[in-house]
């Protein structure tokens, strides 16, 4: 990976790079020993790992792509398979390639025993052209996970390669992840997917918080022109579905409390996004896991048995209840 410049840590562990781009390792929890120990000290029993988003190989050959996601699938394999009591582990596909997908599902559910289907909400196709994860020529990993059963999370990144300005202050993961959420939950729900796709569960990351926001416009709109809607589905019929659902890192206690009267409180699963800063990490001044949900709790947005479901119940009944 590093001869590839695809992915690699520097050996001071300081840094992770890839091509040109580096990012900060800030935070020891980074690697697995470190993990547990924080896992531990924050009252942690068992984590659910997600694939990395600088890995979702927008761009890169169909060549490329098999080497990076099989590294990243396999090392997570190698995760779970080692730690069954601590970590449940996703596994990556690149939609760009249709058939190397399938069979990297069919490889990893098959061979892996991973049941977590990690995807982008936006992938660049063969044509140079940027599409929704939530598109009809996605329907076979559907279809698939769908036969599978599988638990899926859709997660945003390579904003800054969809919107020509300049990144600055941060503003592709503040803003625009939100943005690209909202945007495949967009079509997700117009295209009835949890509809076609009954024995999938998705959940959209960082709760959706733009879309939670922008349900109302969006109903404005389809009720408004119904001549750009020819064959989709009312979003109304997508709220609060069973298979679908949104994690906990809004971080206000407000859009927390949005979050649940839209979706509802089954619907939410608790989330944290470590080791990154964006994360609920102590390393960000009076942040620590799960602090959205106590405020919610201590304000009363939620009674105890839901903030309990949300830490436990929710999660498995998206993972599927033999987890």
Request: with cysteine; net charge negative; hydrophobic share 35%.
């Amino acid at each position: 990976m590093r001869d590839k410049k695809l992915f690699w840590i520097d050996e001071d562990k300081q840094f992770m790079r890839q091509g040109n781009w580096c990012r900060p390792i800030t935070d020891p929890s980074f690697f697995l020993n470190e993990k547990l120990e924080w896992m531990e000290k924050n009252g942690i029993d068992h984590e659910v790992v997600l694939t990395l988003s600088q890995l979702y190989c927008n761009g890169l050959s169909e060549k490329e792509t098999l080497d990076a996601v099989r590294f990243q699938n396999d090392f997570n394999a190698r995760i779970q398979s080692g730690n069954p009591d601590k970590f449940t582990t996703g596994f990556v596909v690149q939609p760009a390639y249709i058939e190397q997908s399938l069979r990297e599902i069919e490889r990893n559910v098959e061979e892996n025993n991973l049941r977590l289907l990690c995807l982008p909400t936006h992938f660049m196709n063969e044509e140079q052209q940027w599409v929704s994860v939530a598109d009809e020529s996605v329907f076979p990993l559907f279809e698939l996970a769908d036969k599978y059963k599988l638990a899926i999370e859709i997660h945003p990144y390579d904003g800054e390669k969809m919107v020509n300005i300049a990144d600055r202050y941060w503003r592709f993961h503040l803003v625009w992840m939100c943005a690209q959420t909202a945007d495949a939950y967009h079509l997700y729900t117009l295209l009835g997917i949890a509809q076609k796709f009954p024995n999938i569960r998705t959940c959209f990351a960082h709760a959706n918080m733009l879309g939670q926001a922008n349900f109302g416009r969006r109903l404005q709109g389809y009720d408004g022109r119904p001549d750009l809607f020819e064959g989709a589905m009312d979003p109304r019929e997508s709220n609060q579905h069973p298979n679908i659902y949104f994690d906990t890192l809004v971080h206000d206690v407000e859009t927390f409390r949005l979050l649940v009267n839209r979706s509802g409180a089954s619907q939410v699963l608790a989330g944290m996004d470590d080791p990154y800063p964006l994360g609920e990490m102590e390393s960000v001044p009076g942040s620590y896991p799960g602090k959205v949900i106590d405020e919610a709790l201590e304000q009363q947005i939620i009674t105890q048995n839901e903030f309990d479901s949300i830490w436990s119940d929710n999660v498995l009944r998206w993972l599927g209840k033999k987890w």
